[in-house]
């Protein structure tokens, strides 16, 4: 087990001088709850899948933004990306001559 997982077994499932008590995998498959309220309540509340139904990745909520909001952030990137292209051509000016 030792080389297939690279930690050794009082690592893996027993006491851990580093974590103090036990380590959070073990803590949950002992006693069916993570070591802190964070991630029980991120482990309780995450969303259901059914099979065959496609849930999308959207880490940083995107999809909640308003039209509004939506409209503001991309005319908001889109002046620093100018703001970009306009520095890398004054620096491609400077190189050229």
């Given at each position: 087990m030792y080389y297939l997982t690279g930690l050794p077994g009082w690592m893996r499932f027993g006491f851990s001088p580093g974590w103090g008590t036990l380590?959070?995998?073990?803590?949950?498959?002992?006693?069916g709850s993570w070591p802190t309220w964070?991630?029980?309540w991120a482990w309780q509340n995450m969303p259901q899948v059914q099979a065959g139904q496609f849930l999308p990745f959207d880490p940083y909520g995107v999809s909640q933004l308003?039209?509004?909001q939506e409209l503001q952030l991309?005319?908001?990137?889109?002046e620093a990306l100018k703001a970009q292209l306009e520095q890398i051509e004054k620096r491609v000016q400077e190189l050229e001559s």
């Open positions: 380590p959070p995998g073990a803590q949950y498959l002992m006693t964070q991630a029980n308003t039209k509004e991309l005319k908001q990137q889109a």
